[in-house]
């Protein structure tokens, strides 16, 4: 059930235009929301924090590229 | 999970120390100093910087609440949203963790689930440690429980917040117990909000049910200091009252414990180690090993 001033049934709206594929992931105790770009490559999108010392982190700037490797183990 | 690399060539691997020694297309040869440096030099000039901030402790944790409020059921993709399962546990961990005093919540939300929303703001209101709440933009509808929440609330000259009655939307059943449901949630909020603040659940109902205020709905628009006036909110402000209040209330919490506000450790000790503004995090050490590296040069 919703309290919001959002027009009703804008958030029930099905028709999925093209909406990019994000992921969440930790990365060193962070969450941050992946946007899928490739196989093994992505990029960050948002960084999910409470800590605002992690939104200073150069590295984890939104529009950073990631690649993402396998490994065993 | 694999292995993350960034785009700025930088192996990151999962043990802490394994920085950035290795630059593209050169692997390190020489083990000596002077190499060490060079490699540092050659990553200053690549990046543009040595490297990432050193991480600072922070005292205060923040939370921002955009979008609508996400609950039981997942929005469309088009939605901003703010997911319950998120601010939940990281509630948890800034009530737990010993170093975090305080909490600032800022908002600006057009609304969402009751359920989470009230979750959120329970968890706020029973936190032991001082929050205080922002409302930016807007908070409307189920953010006006989440500001009210917290031990003082603040809210900007501009912004808005919406209270109008919760609708029913989709199928519904028409018997009269419908509207029992509906009522009986909205009671909810309104003892929420009269409980938290100081207006009274009469006068909150009365915003709520206002004709003439909104174009499409029954309800009242409160920008800035009406907000105040109608008693939702404490004051109007911008961060940086909102940080001082918490300042305060941390103080008045935690009057034996020295605050951190800045750091105020020279160069020296810094390098040395002996400044406890910085943690000794991974992040950290790249920069300490050219410390090391111009140190031991000079010898």
Wanted: with cysteine; hydrophobic share 35%.
């Amino acid at each position: 059930m919703h309290y919001s001033i959002f027009v009703d049934g804008l958030w029930l709206d099905e028709d999925n235009e093209e909406m990019e594929e994000t992921m969440e992931l930790d990365y060193d105790g962070v969450t941050m929301e992946i946007k899928v770009t490739d196989i093994n490559a992505g990029e960050i999108v948002r960084v999910i924090s409470s800590d605002p010392n992690d939104y200073l982190n150069a590295q984890y700037q939104p529009g950073t590229k990631i690649e993402f490797r396998p490994s065993f183990g | 999970m694999g292995k993350i690399i960034t785009n700025q060539g930088i192996p990151q691997p999962k043990i802490p120390g394994g920085i950035p020694k290795i630059k593209p297309n050169s692997p390190q040869k020489s083990p000596n100093k002077a190499g060490k440096i060079k490699n540092q030099m050659q990553a200053l000039k690549q990046f543009g910087q040595n490297n990432m901030p050193p991480k600072v402790k922070s005292d205060i944790h923040t939370l921002t609440i955009v979008g609508q409020i996400e609950g039981h059921a997942v929005l469309s993709p088009k939605n901003k949203t703010t997911k319950y399962e998120h601010l939940i546990p990281q509630l948890v961990a800034i009530e737990q963790a010993k170093e975090v005093k305080g909490l600032l919540v800022i908002l600006n939300t057009v609304g969402g689930d009751i359920e989470a929303g009230l979750a959120i703001s329970e968890m706020l209101s029973s936190m032991s440690k001082p929050v205080v709440s922002l409302v930016l933009g807007g908070g409307h509808s189920i953010g006006v429980p989440i500001a009210a929440a917290a031990d003082y609330s603040f809210i900007a000259e501009t912004a808005t917040m919406i209270v109008h009655p919760i609708r029913l939307t989709g199928m519904v059943i028409g018997v009269p117990q419908t509207y029992d449901y509906l009522d009986k949630m909205q009671e909810r909020i309104i003892r929420f909000v009269a409980s938290h603040s100081t207006i009274n659940q009469e006068r909150f109902k009365e915003l709520m049910f206002e004709t003439g205020e909104l174009v499409r709905d029954v309800g009242t628009v409160l920008v800035g200091d009406q907000a105040v006036k109608e008693g939702i909110i404490n004051e109007v402000g911008g961060l940086g009252h909102a940080m001082q209040k918490l300042r305060t209330l941390i103080k008045e919490q935690f009057p034996e414990e020295e605050q951190e506000d800045d750091c105020e450790c020279s160069s020296e000790e810094i390098a040395e180690g002996n400044c406890g503004c910085y943690s000794s995090q991974a992040e950290f050490q790249p920069r300490q090993s050219v410390i090391e590296a111009l140190e031991g040069d000079d010898d």
